[in-house]
Each structure stands twice: as structure tokens, then as C-alpha cells.
């Protein structure tokens, strides 16, 4: 599973990474909108593999994650790829206008490392508990 | 200053949202070590500051000043520094960048409708003591439960200040 | 908290590794008094010396057993959809089959039967308004908890930021509840269609009437195994014959009510009420049945040895593909007691959630609103830094701020400690130019990767 984390915070790049690798996570870095398309294509020519999410802060410079969203949800090779706003924006008319520009979650900051996890398990990321039935259990 | 587009953001939601921050990033979010109200920086106090643009049915900035401990405190407690591993100005002036952003995002919702946030600035250098009483929406200082009382070096203030 | 630490080094890295091979919630191992503290309400409710003889057993137990161990360090607050799987099943399975069962009457109700706060009815009213087959139905849902506080949370279906994050889907957030100050509300339609109310599961329900769907999830783990059973007893007589039971993630009525039977095709613990239960079918007969209960000192009227309900032993129903028939359970009659006479002596209140020491709540003082300032102390003269402090002074007389540093970031920090050992991915390196301004020395992390 990998991960693309953009912020601009590196404080908070390292905080969402470090949640996402101790979920299993492999995780890629950019501090705004332009830098993450540059390395979603560098990471498409060398690995061929689409991330299966993208952690996007709103409030960026050069192009902020509105306008990440708006540009990742054009190119239909990414598809595949769950787009999570993650912002201190918080406002009903904010969370309206980035589902509408295509994003699938959006989660406020502060957030505690579980509530991340648990929408990742919303976008079918993560493992959902085992059951008694017979799940995976060692 | 229009009186009608004060905001009526509080001390108590400050504390609140600061709280929820700090639980968010601390390794233990039951210690019960959340920040608690306390007095403002002497003036002429070596401060680290950071601010943020809040733009919309009100305009004003949310500023955050950290004495040198408490910006390490934060630092620390945000990127899981050990005491003993080094940090630089510029790893807090991120964190403290980071922590008015969402400071303010909160509390813009709550008075600028519709705005949106600037990208936080930071800088350092000496404190000027409180806003002017008519800029000044609400401020606070804040330091933490187990600070010794007087020590000025584990206070931070936040203010929400008129354009 | 005291000195001597509850458990051993190695089960609490037992226990870490447990929650973390199965939720991806990494504990602070080194919050020992914390993980403990959590582990004691289970120890003593199973009877267990002591924590360590609890994860003793632990780490030998089945999966189900190890389940309430997981839930315990894990679940310290409710959350919408809690575990996911359940409320798919309930939209793509329950909900469009029961619709179909009920198009004569049109009705439809659902039971929370441990709502707490209130995120699981409110999840259900939402899936219920969001279900195209229940248009035009009545559809009520019923919740109740013992926790008062947490029952006026719930009725004012008000939340923090914070707690709207933990589960909830976007979509639903934007639809279904709207921002109240700070804070976010559930909209009036959706919280008139929710009647909350206190209730003790482990004593008589008033409520009369069938439900179609009854949520009992996560509660049943803190009840000793005969009031489990007579729980479920209770719950089965409220339930409709083709309504389901739905328990927490790996709940189970195995081994303690032979009237369900699991249902297919989900890895939810969903479950259909069997008629005719009571007994354990092919449990053999006892020489004295109510000899536990009557050792634990309950005067639980036991029947006689033998003596079963009239309607037969239940077999798996051929109606319902995939229902499997219970197991065999052991030798402790359940009587079909009416609630208005039951012989239960009134229990001491039974906690829906948990009965661990409360959490110190950090309740910020209430501070008047500052519109000018009075310092709380008379000023002081600046104090010198303190000796080593790691942030560099500037140089006095340095005036005021100078021009604010652009926030870009420079050198990739070291990875956030948290007890986890490194990730055996390489991490991909990071474009851009690397700005060697960070006084921190990366090259002391394991994977600290690429060069920046």
C-alpha cells in the first residue's frame, strides 16, 4: 500500500507519515500541489504503481490541494487513487466544494492517529476487524 | 473597527481547540497535561512567533508567540523528539507554523464564514506585550500544568487580532 | 499509579503487537500503567489472579477471547460506522432484504441497545434516510444505554470536530449534520428520527414490540456468561423471527445461547434468532443444571434435569441457506423466564461501556472572555534564557520581528519515534533542493533515506 502525503508543514508530513508506515504503509512526500504531481509522475515512470492514497492539505503554496484535487481527479490513470483532504479548514462550505472538486474523505485537523486510520478503513485501506467467524487470525 | 463583525470567538474555545491539539500530537493524550490559561509575556520577552491570515466576512490575523521553552515543548511533543535529541529554530517555527494553522482553521469557521486561511508566517524577536485593546478579539496566555508557576519561559500567548 | 509495574516487559510487547497485528493501532508501550490499568476490569471479570495471569491465558486464548483483550486498549471512545463491515452489511444486505419482507406493512425498526453517545443510531437513522428501497416507509430507531451523560450527549447529537473525524464518511458529514459554533450538529429530520432512552440490558426491557434490527455491540463482553445469556434471551424475544442481531466484531453467541445461528455472507457478526430454542441441542443432560448458577450464589430458577420447552431441540432452519446449526454448549439450562417474574435479585448498576478507572478529563477552565487585557501577575522583568536551551538566542537589542522566514521546508526530518521498528520499504526519495538548515542529524536514523 503506498501513500502520497502533501503538506506543507513538514512537522505535520512527519506526523502523517508516521502513522501511515506503522499501518504498513509505504509513503510518498510533497510539500505542495505542483511538487505531488511531480512526484506522482516520477513515481508512475519508475514504479508503474498508482498510490492508493493521497493525504492533501488544503492550504498550500504554489497550488494548494483544492486545486491538487481538481488537477489528480483530470487524469483518469489515476483513478484508483482515494484523494483525502487533511486541513484545519474546516467550514461546511469547504468540505462541500472539495467532495464536489472530487475529493472522497476529509478529515480536520487536529485529528487523533485513529481517526486517520478509520478513514482508511472507510476507503477499504485497512484491514477491518477479525471476526470470531473466521477471520486471519494467527 | 466594526463592532458588528466581531467574532465571538472565546478564551474557553482557544483552550479548547488548543487542547484537542495538543492530545492530537501528544504521546499521551490522558496525561492530562493539555495547556492551561496563564499570564502574557513581559514585554521586551524573547519570543518565537507565528502567525495567520484569517480572510472573510471578518478580516484578522490569529498570532501565536512562544517563548524559546515553550516553542521547544511544542517542538518536542510534535515531532516525538526524546530530550536528548537536538532540534533547530527552524524545526519550531514549523510547528509553530502548523499550530496556527490549525488553530485558525478552527476557529475561522466560528468568525470569517467563508474566508480562507493565508499560509502561516514565522519570525522571531521581542514581544510588545498584549494587543492594543482595540485590535484585540481575544487573547490568552497559556502555559502548562506542571510549568513551574513564574517561569516565563513556558508561557505562549495567542491572539486574535482585527486587521 | 504505582511503582511496581503491573505487567511484565514481555506481554506488554505481547499485548502491542496483538493490537497492533490486528487494528494497526500502535500503542505507547511505554504507557505501561496505562495498558494495565485497561487489562485489570478483564482479569478480574474472568476470575484471573492478577494482569499478568490474564495474558498468560491471553496468549493461548482463541481468537474471540483474544477480542475483547484488542477491544479493551483500543476503544476508548465510540466512533460512526464503528468496524465498517457491519453497516455495509446493514445497507446492502439487511436493509434491502427486510424492505422487500416488510412491503406490506412498510414499517421498519431498529434497536441500539448500547448507544452511548449516540454515533451508532445516528449512523443507522442515516442509512435508513439514505436507503432508496425504504422510501415511503415509517422507519424508526429505538436507543438506549444505562449511561445517562451519555444519553444527553446523544439526544443533542452534538459533536466536536474532532469526534465527526473518527469514522464518519464525508459524504454523510456533509449531508446529514451541519456545524453549530465550533462544533457539529446532527440535522433536526435526522435526530427526530432517533428516540433515545435509558435502559439496563441486564434487567427486564419495557420496551414491547418487535424490532427488525437490533445493534447489540460491544457491551455483551462485560457481562458474566449467564447474564450474557439471559440477555440474549431477552433480546431474542424483542426480535422479530426474520429480523438479525447484530454484535460487535468478533462477538459471538457460541457458547452461550444455542438460538442463533451466524449468518452468511459477511465477516460481520450478524446473527438470526432460531425458534424453539432454550436448551443446548445435543448438549447432554446434566445431573444437576443449575448447579453453576446455584454455586455463584444467583437463585436462578433452574428446571429440573431433562426437562426441555416444548417446541424441539432447534435444528438449523432449512429455510435460511447458509445457517449453520449451534454447537454444542455446555450443560446449563437457560429457562424461558417471563421478565415480570424473573428471579434475579436486582444487579448493581452494569456498565455499558467500560468499568475502568475514569480517564482524568482535561476540562479547560472556564476563562472569561478577554476583550482587554488584566495580567494575571504583575509583570516581571525578562528572564535570561535558561542555560542550554536548545533554541539559539538572538543577540539582545535585536529589535522586532525581523521579516518572516518563508515557511517552505528544508531537510527531511528523522521519522517520528513510536516504538515501531522501521519500515523494511525503502522510502522513495523526496524532490527538491535540500536546504541543510535543520540542526538535526538524520544520518542517526535507520531509515532516514534519501539525501536531501
Same mark, same amino acid.
Given at each position: 500500500?503506498?501513500?502520497?502525503?502533501v503538506?506543507?508543514?513538514? &512537522?505535520? #508530513? !512527519?506526523?502523517?507519515?508516521?502513522?501511515?508506515?506503522?499501518?504498513? *504503509?509505504?509513503?510518498? /512526500?510533497?510539500?505542495?500541489? @505542483?511538487?505531488?504531481?511531480?512526484?506522482?509522475?516520477?513515481?508512475?515512470?519508475?514504479?508503474?504503481?498508482?498510490?492508493?492514497?493521497?493525504?492533501?492539505?488544503?492550504?498550500?503554496?504554489?497550488m494548494?490541494?483544492?486545486?491538487?484535487?481538481? &488537477?489528480? #481527479? !483530470?487524469?483518469r490513470?489515476?483513478?484508483?487513487?482515494?484523494?483525502? *483532504?487533511?486541513?484545519? /479548514?474546516s467550514?461546511?462550505? @469547504?468540505?462541500?466544494?472539495?467532495l464536489?472538486?472530487?475529493?472522497?474523505?476529509?478529515?480536520?485537523?487536529?485529528?487523533?492517529?485513529?481517526a486517520?486510520?478509520?478513514?482508511?478503513?472507510?476507503?477499504?485501506?485497512?484491514?477491518?476487524?477479525?471476526?470470531?467467524?473466521?477471520?486471519?487470525?494467527? | 473597527?466594526?463592532?458588528?463583525?466581531?467574532?465571538?470567538?472565546?478564551?474557553?474555545?482557544?483552550?479548547?481547540?488548543?487542547g484537542?491539539?495538543w492530545?492530537?500530537?501528544?504521546?499521551?493524550?490522558?496525561?492530562?497535561?493539555?495547556?492551561?490559561?496563564?499570564?502574557?509575556?513581559?514585554?521586551?520577552?524573547?519570543?518565537?512567533?507565528?502567525?495567520?491570515?484569517?480572510?472573510?466576512?471578518?478580516?484578522?490575523?490569529?498570532?501565536?508567540?512562544?517563548?524559546?521553552?515553550?516553542?521547544?515543548?511544542?517542538?518536542?511533543?510534535?515531532?516525538?523528539?526524546?530530550?536528548?535529541?537536538?532540534?533547530g529554530?527552524?524545526?519550531?517555527?514549523?510547528?509553530?507554523?502548523?499550530?496556527?494553522?490549525?488553530?485558525?482553521?478552527?476557529?475561522?469557521?466560528?468568525?470569517?464564514a467563508?474566508?480562507?486561511?493565508?499560509?502561516?508566517?514565522?519570525?522571531?524577536?521581542?514581544?510588545?506585550?498584549?494587543?492594543?485593546?482595540?485590535?484585540?478579539?481575544?487573547?490568552?496566555?497559556?502555559?502548562?500544568?506542571?510549568?513551574?508557576?513564574?517561569?516565563?519561559?513556558?508561557?505562549?500567548t495567542?491572539a486574535?487580532?482585527?486587521? | 499509579?504505582?511503582?511496581?509495574?503491573?505487567?511484565?516487559?514481555?506481554?506488554?510487547?505481547?499485548?502491542?503487537?496483538?493490537?497492533?497485528?490486528?487494528?494497526?493501532?500502535?500503542?505507547?508501550?511505554?504507557?505501561?500503567?496505562?495498558?494495565?490499568?485497561?487489562?485489570?476490569?478483564?482479569?478480574?471479570?474472568?476470575?484471573?489472579?492478577?494482569?499478568?495471569?490474564?495474558?498468560?491465558?491471553?496468549?493461548?486464548?482463541?481468537?474471540?477471547?483474544?477480542?475483547?483483550?484488542?477491544?479493551?486498549?483500543?476503544?476508548?471512545?465510540t466512533?460512526?460506522?464503528?468496524?465498517?463491515?457491519?453497516f455495509t452489511?446493514?445497507?446492502?444486505?439487511?436493509?434491502?432484504?427486510?424492505?422487500?419482507?416488510r412491503?406490506?406493512?412498510?414499517?421498519?425498526?431498529?434497536?441500539?441497545?448500547?448507544?452511548?453517545?449516540?454515533?451508532e443510531?445516528?449512523?443507522?437513522?442515516?442509512?435508513?434516510?439514505?436507503?432508496?428501497?425504504?422510501?415511503?416507509?415509517?422507519?424508526e430507531?429505538?436507543?438506549?444505554?444505562?449511561?445517562?451523560?451519555?444519553l444527553?450527549?446523544?439526544?443533542?447529537?452534538?459533536?466536536?470536530?474532532?469526534?465527526?473525524?473518527?469514522?464518519?464518511?464525508?459524504?454523510?458529514?456533509?449531508?446529514?449534520?451541519?456545524?453549530?459554533?465550533l462544533?457539529?450538529?446532527?440535522?433536526?429530520?435526522?435526530?427526530?428520527?432517533?428516540r433515545?432512552?435509558?435502559?439496563?440490558?441486564?434487567?427486564?426491557?419495557?420496551?414491547?414490540?418487535?424490532?427488525?434490527?437490533?445493534?447489540?455491540?460491544?457491551?455483551?463482553?462485560?457481562?458474566?456468561?449467564?447474564?450474557?445469556?439471559?440477555?440474549?434471551?431477552?433480546?431474542?424475544?424483542?426480535?422479530?423471527?426474520?429480523?438479525?442481531?447484530?454484535?460487535?466484531?468478533?462477538?459471538?453467541?457460541?457458547?452461550?445461547?444455542?438460538?442463533?445461528?451466524?449468518?452468511?455472507?459477511?465477516?460481520?457478526?450478524?446473527?438470526?434468532?432460531l425458534?424453539?430454542?432454550?436448551?443446548?441441542?445435543?448438549?447432554?443432560?446434566?445431573?444437576?443444571?443449575?448447579?453453576?448458577?446455584?454455586?455463584?450464589?444467583r437463585?436462578?430458577?433452574?428446571?429440573?434435569?431433562?426437562?426441555?420447552?416444548?417446541?424441539?431441540?432447534?435444528?438449523?432452519?432449512?429455510?435460511?441457506?447458509?445457517?449453520?446449526?449451534?454447537?454444542?454448549?455446555?450443560?446449563?439450562?437457560?429457562?424461558?423466564?417471563?421478565?415480570?417474574?424473573?428471579?434475579?435479585?436486582?444487579?448493581?448498576?452494569?456498565?455499558?461501556?467500560?468499568?475502568?478507572?475514569?480517564?482524568?478529563?482535561?476540562?479547560?477552565?472556564?476563562?472569561?472572555?478577554?476583550?482587554?487585557?488584566?495580567?494575571?501577575?504583575?509583570?516581571?522583568?525578562?528572564?535570561?534564557?535558561?542555560?542550554?536551551?536548545?533554541?539559539?538566542?538572538?543577540?539582545?537589542?535585536?529589535?522586532?520581528?525581523?521579516?518572516?522566514?518563508?515557511?517552505?521546508?528544508?531537510?527531511?526530518?528523522?521519522?517520528?519515534?513510536?516504538?515501531?521498528?522501521?519500515?523494511?520499504?525503502?522510502?522513495?526519495?523526496?524532490?527538491?533542493?535540500?536546504?541543510?538548515?535543520?540542526?538535526?542529524?538524520?544520518?542517526?536514523?535507520?531509515?532516514?533515506?534519501?539525501?536531501?
Open positions: 500500500m503506498i501513500a502520497l502525503v503538506d506543507d508543514s513538514r &512537522a505535520m #508530513r !512527519r506526523i502523517v507519515r508516521g502513522i501511515l508506515r506503522g499501518a504498513g *504503509m509505504e509513503v510518498l /512526500e510533497a510539500g505542495d500541489g @505542483q511538487e505531488a504531481l511531480d512526484v506522482l509522475d516520477r513515481h508512475l515512470a519508475d514504479e508503474g504503481a498508482v498510490p492508493d492514497v493521497a493525504c492533501i492539505d488544503w492550504n498550500m503554496p504554489v494548494d490541494g483544492l486545486q491538487l484535487v481538481t &488537477a489528480l #481527479r !483530470r487524469r490513470e489515476l483513478r484508483s487513487m482515494a484523494l483525502m *483532504m487533511v486541513t484545519s /479548514e467550514e461546511q462550505s @469547504q468540505v462541500v466544494k472539495a464536489a472538486a472530487g475529493a472522497h474523505e476529509y478529515l480536520f485537523k487536529p485529528f487523533s492517529p485513529d486517520l486510520l478509520a478513514k482508511l478503513q472507510l476507503l477499504g485501506l485497512l484491514p477491518q476487524p477479525a471476526t470470531a467467524g473466521g477471520g486471519s487470525w494467527s | 473597527m466594526v463592532v458588528s463583525d466581531a467574532p465571538v470567538v472565546t478564551a474557553a474555545d482557544l483552550v479548547g481547540v488548543v484537542d491539539l492530545r492530537s500530537v501528544s504521546a499521551d493524550p490522558d496525561a492530562g497535561d493539555a495547556p492551561v490559561p496563564a499570564a502574557w509575556h513581559s514585554r521586551g520577552a524573547r519570543v518565537l512567533r507565528s502567525s495567520v491570515a484569517i480572510e472573510g466576512s471578518w478580516d484578522g490575523d490569529l498570532v501565536l508567540a512562544c517563548a524559546p521553552g515553550a516553542a521547544e515543548r511544542w517542538t518536542r511533543t510534535m515531532l516525538a523528539l526524546d530530550a536528548d535529541e537536538p532540534l529554530e527552524t524545526d519550531a517555527l514549523d510547528v509553530l507554523a502548523e499550530v496556527v494553522n490549525v488553530v485558525g482553521g478552527a476557529v475561522k469557521a466560528h468568525c470569517a467563508g474566508g480562507r486561511l493565508g499560509l502561516p508566517d514565522v519570525g522571531e524577536g521581542e514581544d510588545a506585550g498584549p494587543p492594543h485593546e482595540r485590535a484585540l478579539v481575544v487573547g490568552l496566555g497559556m502555559t502548562w500544568p506542571d510549568a513551574a508557576p513564574d517561569d516565563p519561559d513556558a508561557l505562549f495567542l486574535l487580532v482585527h486587521r | 499509579m504505582s511503582a511496581a509495574p503491573a505487567l511484565a516487559p514481555g506481554d506488554l510487547a505481547w499485548v502491542c503487537e496483538l493490537v497492533r497485528a490486528e487494528t494497526a493501532v500502535v500503542l505507547d508501550a511505554s504507557k505501561e500503567y496505562l495498558v494495565a490499568s485497561r487489562l485489570l476490569p478483564l482479569a478480574r471479570r474472568g476470575g484471573f489472579r492478577d494482569v499478568a495471569a490474564y495474558v498468560s491465558r491471553m496468549r493461548t486464548a482463541s481468537p474471540a477471547e483474544r477480542w475483547e483483550l484488542v477491544e479493551a486498549m483500543t476503544t476508548n471512545e466512533s460512526w460506522f464503528r468496524d465498517v463491515e457491519p452489511h446493514l445497507r446492502d444486505s439487511l436493509l434491502p432484504g427486510l424492505a422487500a419482507a412491503a406490506a406493512t412498510r414499517s421498519l425498526r431498529v434497536w441500539s441497545a448500547a448507544c452511548s453517545t449516540g454515533q443510531p445516528y449512523t443507522i437513522a442515516m442509512l435508513l434516510a439514505d436507503a432508496p428501497q425504504l422510501r415511503g416507509f415509517r422507519t430507531v429505538v436507543a438506549t444505554d444505562v449511561d445517562r451523560t451519555a444527553e450527549r446523544a439526544r443533542s447529537g452534538t459533536y466536536s470536530a474532532m469526534e465527526v473525524g473518527r469514522g464518519l464518511p464525508t459524504d454523510m458529514l456533509a449531508r446529514h449534520l451541519e456545524r453549530a459554533g462544533q457539529w450538529r446532527v440535522r433536526d429530520g435526522l435526530r427526530a428520527a432517533v433515545f432512552s435509558e435502559l439496563n440490558l441486564a434487567r427486564p426491557f419495557p420496551e414491547r414490540g418487535r424490532f427488525d434490527v437490533i445493534f447489540c455491540r460491544n457491551v455483551l463482553i462485560y457481562f458474566d456468561t449467564a447474564t450474557k445469556r439471559q440477555v440474549l434471551e431477552r433480546l431474542h424475544q424483542v426480535l422479530a423471527p426474520d429480523g438479525v442481531l447484530v454484535l460487535g466484531a468478533a462477538e459471538t453467541t457460541l457458547g452461550v445461547s444455542g438460538a442463533w445461528a451466524r449468518v452468511d455472507g459477511s465477516r460481520a457478526a450478524v446473527y438470526r434468532p425458534s424453539g430454542h432454550a436448551t443446548a441441542p445435543g448438549a447432554p443432560a446434566p445431573a444437576r443444571p443449575g448447579a453453576a448458577a446455584a454455586a455463584a450464589g437463585p436462578w430458577g433452574a428446571p429440573p434435569a431433562g426437562r426441555t420447552t416444548s417446541a424441539p431441540s432447534a435444528p438449523a432452519s432449512p429455510s435460511r441457506p447458509g445457517a449453520r446449526p449451534a454447537a454444542a454448549l455446555p450443560p446449563v439450562a437457560a429457562p424461558r423466564v417471563p421478565a415480570s417474574r424473573s428471579a434475579l435479585p436486582p444487579r448493581p448498576a452494569v456498565p455499558t461501556r467500560w468499568d475502568v478507572p475514569p480517564r482524568p478529563t482535561t476540562t479547560p477552565a472556564r476563562v472569561a472572555p478577554v476583550t482587554s487585557w488584566s495580567p494575571a501577575r504583575p509583570p516581571r522583568p525578562p528572564a535570561a534564557p535558561p542555560a542550554g536551551a536548545q533554541l539559539a538566542a538572538t543577540p539582545p537589542g535585536a529589535g522586532p520581528a525581523r521579516p518572516p522566514a518563508p515557511r517552505r521546508v528544508p531537510a527531511e526530518p528523522a521519522p517520528r519515534a513510536g516504538g515501531r521498528p522501521a519500515s523494511p520499504r525503502p522510502v522513495t526519495q523526496r524532490p527538491g533542493s535540500a536546504r541543510p538548515d535543520s540542526a538535526r542529524p538524520d544520518s542517526a536514523r535507520p531509515d532516514s533515506g534519501g539525501s536531501r
